[in-house]
């Protein structure tokens, strides 16, 4: 039985993630630096049909090949093998970005934003066993892309339909048990009808025994209505469910024993842990269900150079959310435990041998509704070619939010347990905890836009984009017994509008080099409504009186950047840019006065850097990938106001290290080993602070991986060890002092059938 189980789901599930076929011409694409074990040609970037030697623009790609050699399945995974780039996977399945020192940025698949990152700062993201391509464009791209696009826009792409039959299957089984089953098919099914479908289910214990699942399914069909009409239409859904993890309390002070000896500093974790224990509560879980659909109608003009399309789009998401989210160490004033710390010029009794745990508990939905029409074409003045792209879009965003307290209402044994840090007893009993709050958000976006990439002459090109934004926001607070409200607030509305911009010029001064140089801008609209008791500053240092609508200005933000693009055939290209981003009217906590909180759009930060992408084939067998990013991003200081000066000014934003850089090379054996495949390849980062206050950190590491892989007829079998040498690192911290360690060596063995 298990014989036949293993056969069908190799037949029948699964992905080829070495799938490479050429995304269609209406999909919006964003290719500048190519990752992949193989040239790849240039293609359209940043919704313009130029080639990437026209591209002022900076915009790392991951491919299917390079996912397939580096058995990537996760945007965590990919965003370690790109410049500019530091994933940041928190609670366990939570995902952010920081993308040039900032964690401000889009998500977008297929074109179709995914709100719940600007609305939450992150956001589960499933597996990528329908994706395609995923392109990130790095730097301020409201313009292209709305509000909120500081850091840069994640674009995912999925495998589209094809005329062409193609059956495709993969099982993998690895590490801590973890196993994933994935499976694909496209073809033709009537005359001018394409079709493609994806589904995939994973899961497994997991370095930290979070048992995360994850099922997920894509549909889609390619209409040719007639000689100039097509409908592309598609639907996709997950359901997945993370165990959560807060990770390992490090000490945030000097620790002393009895003798009165310096033990532990700062950032230190007391012995007696071990890497992969979890403290979390049995009951503690992410689950993350969503359902999206999309059509999309183009119609080509008589002349071939002009095309109208209309993009409708629906998103819904459910998430629900517990988590032990704290974990802190007992203490006391008086001398019970071993250890101690200095509070003042008093000493407080610390245990480091047991903990406490208190949890934390939301849910909510977001219905989203998303249009976007849009008209594109080529035409001259004299000799000046343009490009032209216009366009309307519009967004309809429904969100409920619960909450719960739980130091008020959590009830049962579970409340506040104790833990022993060796061999812990996880299940500490029932909790109850009834949700308190609800707060709803109706949020409407309507944008129009126009961009014009101009050929100014043989060797100059330009790219003017202007767009203008209007944001409406309806906010109201609900108090509820579990979820049934019992009395409600007043209704808030805040109304912002915006003008963004990218200005490009680009210089080609031979078929292989060219320089260019833009700036761009961005907006984040606040969402800060007046509550009782607080004062607000304004970003002129003034007192705002709230009138029931904006407390606040919206964020905003700005980039220069200039770069080069380098490209001889297939043998060596490369692409390096340097950037400067500053961001402004950060809205930051400024202490209390006379009773009431004080809180001021007064805030700024800086990032600056270079990014260097480098993809080298020597000769016909041997590839190399290799990139690196300096960013240097840091707080600056307060605008000028009456009740606070930054006193962290000039220290350096959370979770950004200095330096960072990722590489492969890989191997193509031919002869009497051809399809035999051979990589090896590394991680770097220098340290990151975990807080504003730069008193924690994470060290610097760096890990070595390696693939090999055997191709022959349709299958490939395929072996990927990652972390070689078991290196003990940290990336992620949950509230400051909740170090999770990244995962050990491990192993992933993978069979891929593709017809």
Known sequence: MKSKFFTVGMLCLGVSSAFAQDLSKDTLRLDEVVITSQYVKPTEVGRLPVPL?????SVSRMSAPMISDLSLNSLIDVARNVTGVRPNNSYGGFQSFYIRGFNTFVVVTDGIRDERHNLYASAPNTTLASIESIEILKGAASVMYGHSALGGVISLVHKQPTSVPRVNAQMSIGSWGRYSIQGGAGGNIARG??????????????WRHTNDRAYNAYFALNFRLSDYDKLNFSVSAKNDR???????????KDIYDADGSVVYRPGDLPEDFDRRTRYNDPLDHLADKDLTVSAKWTHQF????????????????????????????????DPIYNHYYMNGNTKTYISLDSIQRVGYQFAYKVSLLQNQLELKGKFMTGEVKHNFLGGYSFSSLYTPRYTA????????????AHLSVVDPVLNQGDLNLPYQKRNLAWEYMHGIYVQDYLNLTDRLSALLSLRYDRYNRTYQQAYTKDKVVTSKDEKAHIHDNALTYRFSLLYQFTDAFNVYASTSNYFKPTRTVASPGYVYIGNDGKVIEPSGKNVFSPEKGYQYEAGSHIAFSDKFNANISGFYILRKNMVQSLGTKDGQTISGQVGKADSKGLEVDINTRPWQQFNINAGYTFTVAKLKEYAKNDYAENTQAGNYLNLVPKHMAYGWAFYDFDRSLKGLKLGVGFNYSSKAYVNTANTLEFEPYAIANAMVGYSFKNWKLQMNINNIFDKNYYMTSVNTIGFIPEEGRNVKFTVSFDM
Do not use: C, I
């Not at 030697?53 to 623009?57: E, G, K, M, N, Y």
């Not at 993370?242 to 945030?252: E, F, I």
């Not at 002009?306 to 007992?330: G, N, V």
């Open 53 to 57: 030697s026209q591209a002022p623009l």
């Open 193 to 206: 009808v394409n079709f493609r479908t994806d589904f995939s289910m994973s899961g497994g214990e997991g």
């Open 242 to 252: 993370y165990g959560t993890d807060t990770g390992q309390p490090h000490v945030d």
């Open 302 to 333: 008589t002349n071939p150079d002009w095309s109208l399309s209309d993009y409708l789009s629906y998103y819904y998401d459910d998430l629900d959310y517990y988590a032990s989210e704290k974990l802190t160490y007992l203490t006391s004033s």
């Open 405 to 416: 307290n739980y130091a008020a209402d959590a009830t049962g044994p579970g409340k506040n």
